[in-house]
Structures are given as structure tokens and as C-alpha cells.
């Protein structure tokens, strides 16, 4: 067995904050004193509903969440939000405008079109998704419901350094950079988040919806798919993902101890910097995305032989960074850096490709 921790480039299930798992470990036999596992409570108790809303304030705090948004805990993961945005939002015979920057984001928008008519406002197909494209390339609909894009896309390492503008609300899929950065939810309809990469473990959603969107969702809507009951029910249609919840909670207070998304902000981009720096240097290592578009929290590398990358992710994870291998629609090389990589993982990372290239150069 591994007797210390690897350095975990996971792009999700992702590294978790050592400080939390420790408090998490303590607390699993007799949480507070009440002689039971947060597990093994009931999610209508005094102690758990604490646990709940704690974290949800909390939540609404380190995000600066205002009030004319709701925060909802939904099981499902992400994938569940690509069929409940446009049951809820989709509006009867309705439209809807996507922005197609990477796998999740077409996923999604098949899944609309199940729903509704879903107009293609921009992608990148056409460079493989190496790249986002200006605002002066998206074509939005005057008349859509909403306009939708992913923040960061997870598989091939392109971030939106910006935030579009549309006539529509906007949503959002943010699940690989939520919490990585200061965010105006004002300025959005909807934000969604699988849990799984900056927040907690699988198994959950966070989503902030603006309160006048809910409510017109088309009649066939399952109910635990409805923003609205969601939103009446106080995410406790029926039993939520307690533990998850608990988890979220703790790394929540994990980021405000650490100073908040402000610094959470000023770590990734330290992160980001190093390895890219490196990358830009590197004879035998190449960015994968364009420069302007490079993701701070997944960054994607290729040496141009794809049985060197592979010789890499082994000698790699036989050092102790493990979880490098590109996703395997595309090949290469991925380091998910997310708010819980320790700044020495990247800068030991860089050191062992520096070793690496030396070695097969
Ligand atoms: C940006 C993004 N959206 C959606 C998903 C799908 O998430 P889930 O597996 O929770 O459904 C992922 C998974 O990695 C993701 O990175």
C-alpha cells in the first residue's frame, strides 16, 4: 500500500484537501458528539439539517450567491442538469441557443434537442476544440430561452475567458471551474456544477437558479428533474446526498480559511502558469490549446508520439503523479489542477518533465 498520498491529477473524482479528509476521518464514528456516522443520520434531524443549512449559507457566501437566486443540491451529477435545463427552461415549442466548445456542451445539446429546437450559436468543432471563439463569432437568437455554454472544458483544456453576452439568460455549465475563481451569478439565469472536481465527492449537483426562471417547466417534467419542487421542497424531495453534502460543507470551509475564491483565484493562476510557462519552452512537450483559450484548472499536453505520452504517464504515475493520461477520446496528456493540487505537485510535475524531456531528447 502507498504509505504517503500521489500527487493526483484526476480530472474527476479529483484531489480533495488533505485537511478535509482528516476532519471528514475524525468525524466518521461520532460526528459532534451525536454518537453516529453523518451517514448514518437521518436527513430530517436536528444535526443534519444544521449540517445542510450551514453549508448552503455557506455556499451562498463564498460565491456571494444573491438572493434572487436559489441554491438546490440535486442528485444526477451534471449529466442530470443536461435534460432538467431544457425541461424547465425550454418553454412549450421553445428554442434554445448552445455553445458548442467541447464534448460536454454537445452532450448537452443533444439532450435538448430532445425537447425543443436548439440553434448552434458557436463552436469549435472546426479546430478540434482547441480553442473559444470571441463573442464577435457567436450568432445568439433574439428569441431563444436561454443561451448555454461550459465554462471550462474538462477533456480538452479550453477555458471562456470570458463571459458571453446574449439577449437570453444565460446558463451555465461550470463544473470543472466553479469555486476556482470570483464569479457575478447576477449576471446568469442558471449556473450548474457536478461536485465531483473543486467541491466534493460524486454524486451531486449544485445549481443556482434565478427564482423568476422556475416554474414553467414543460408538463411531462418528472418532478425530481423540477427546478421548482426543488426549489419548494428545499432540495429535500426526497433524501439528498448527505454525506456529499457534509463533504462540500467542509472543503467550503477549507476555501474560506484559505482566503476565499479571491485566492483561490490566485493559486490557479500560479498553478496554470508554471506548467504552461514550461510548456512554452519545452522542445519535447506542446500546449495542446491555443494560448488565449488555455484552461487553469485541466491543462492539455502532447509530445507529438503518442507512445512517448504513454511512456510518460507511466514513468509518471511510477514517480508518484498519477492520473495524467489524456481522456481517451483524445489522447495526450492531462493535468487537472484543481484548488486542492498543493502549488509543489505542479512545481515537482514540471521538474520530473524537465528530467523526462532531458532523458528523451
Ligand atoms: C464540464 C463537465 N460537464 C459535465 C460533466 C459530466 O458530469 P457528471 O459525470 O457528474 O454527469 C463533466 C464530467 O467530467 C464535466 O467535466
Known amino acids: 500500500m502507498q504509505s504517503e498520498r500521489v500527487y493526483n491529477f484526476s480530472a474527476g473524482p479529483s484531489v480533495l484537501p488533505l485537511d ?5 476521518a475524525r468525524e466518521m464514528t461520532n460526528y459532534g458528539g451525536t454518537g453516529m456516522s453523518v451517514m448514518e443520520m437521518s436527513h430530517r434531524s436536528k444535526a443534519y439539517l444544521e449540517i445542510f443549512n450551514e453549508t448552503k449559507q455557506r455556499l451562498r457566501d463564498v460565491m456571494n450567491v444573491p438572493e434572487t437566486h436559489e441554491i438546490l443540491f440535486m442528485q444526477g451529477g451534471a449529466t442530470f442538469q443536461f435534460a432538467a435545463v431544457p425541461l424547465n427552461l425550454m418553454g412549450e415549442n421553445g428554442s ?19 425537447y425543443g429546437t436548439v440553434n448552434i450559436a458557436a463552436t469549435s468543432a472546426d479546430r478540434s476544440h482547441t480553442y ?12 431563444a430561452s436561454y443561451f448555454y455554454y461550459c465554462s471550462n472544458n474538462t477533456i480538452y ?11 437570453s439568460p444565460l446558463v451555465c455549465d461550470m463544473s ?12 446568469y439565469g442558471l449556473i450548474f456544477a457536478g461536485v465531483q472536481k473543486n467541491m466534493a465527492p460524486a ?16 408538463p411531462y417534467t ?7 419542487t426543488t426549489i419548494d421542497k428545499d432540495s429535500m424531495d426526497n433524501t439528498p446526498p448527505c454525506y456529499t453534502i457534509y463533504m462540500l460543507g467542509l472543503v467550503l470551509k477549507w476555501v474560506e480559511a484559505q482566503g476565499g475564491v479571491a485566492e483561490m483565484e490566485r493559486r490557479k493562476i500560479q498553478r496554470a502558469k508554471l506548467l504552461y510557462d514550461y510548456l512554452d519552452e519545452s522542445k519535447l512537450f506542446h500546449g495542446v490549446a491555443q494560448p488565449d483559450s488555455r484552461s487553469e ?11 512517448l505520452d504513454t511512456a510518460f504517464v507511466k514513468a509518471a504515475a511510477a514517480a508518484g503523479f498519477v492520473n495524467l493520461a489524456g481522456h481517451r477520446d483524445v489522447g495526450g496528456i492531462r493535468a487537472s489542477i484543481y484548488n486542492a493540487m498543493p502549488i509543489e505537485g505542479v512545481a515537482k510535475l514540471v521538474e520530473f518533465m524537465k528530467a523526462f524531456e532531458t532523458t528523451n531528447s
Open 203 to 218: 454524486g451531486m449537483a449544485v445549481v443556482f437558479i434565478d427564482k423568476s426562471l422556475a416554474g414553467h417547466e414543460l
Open 157 to 167: 483544456g479550453t477555458e471562456w475567458q470570458y463571459v458571453p453576452s446574449a439577449p
Open 20 to 24: 478535509v479528509l482528516e476532519t471528514a
Open 132 to 143: 473559444i471563439p470571441a463573442q464577435s463569432e457567436i450568432s445568439a437568437s433574439a428569441d
Open 176 to 187: 470543472s471551474n466553479i469555486l476556482s475563481r470570483p464569479v457575478d451569478v447576477s449576471k
Open 96 to 114: 434554445a441557443d448552445y455553445a458548442l466548445t467541447g464534448n460536454f456542451a454537445t452532450v448537452s445539446s443533444k439532450e435538448a434537442k430532445k
Open 297 to 307: 484548472m485541466n491543462v492539455t499536453y502532447r509530445t507529438g508520439d503518442a507512445d
Open 222 to 228: 418528472p418532478k425530481i428533474m423540477s427546478y421548482k
